[in-house]
């Protein structure tokens, strides 16, 4: 099982990023995927969610009308459109898979990736 999270990097605040996050080893179409954060010194937190087939998300407050989330299981990824980027939204990212429905919770997912660095400064 690997999910490869890339696109991070540094964009000044106002701008916009696009992670993506390749999955293999398992049945991509069958998971619910997340994205959750962690800013330095700070505990991971819930980002966004889908479900299995793409029809429902949902998002944290924080996060709301900025960013969408997005899955093509054709190509077994999915995909985090970030706009209107904050300097508060500096943090790793990490996605993961849930086999069961969509979740905010940390431990309701079973696979997770590596996690890449979004940095969102002037």
């Known amino acids: 099982v690997q999910l490869q999270a890339s696109g991070g990097g540094l964009v000044q605040p106002g701008g916009s990023l696009r992670l993506s996050c390749a999955a293999s080893g398992f049945a991509f179409s069958s998971y619910a995927m997340g994205w959750f954060r962690q800013a330095p010194g700070k505990e991971r937190e819930f980002v966004a969610t889908?479900?299995?087939?793409?029809?429902?998300?949902y998002y944290a407050d924080s996060v709301k009308d900025r960013f969408t989330i997005s899955r093509d299981n054709a190509k077994n990824t999915v995909y985090l459109q970030m706009n209107s980027l904050k300097p508060e939204d500096t943090a790793v990212y990490y996605c993961a898979a849930s086999s069961g429905i969509i979740s905010v919770t940390i431990t309701s997912y079973d696979y997770w990736g590596q996690g890449t660095l979004v940095t969102v400064s002037s």
């Open positions: 889908i479900n299995r087939s793409g029809a429902s998300t």
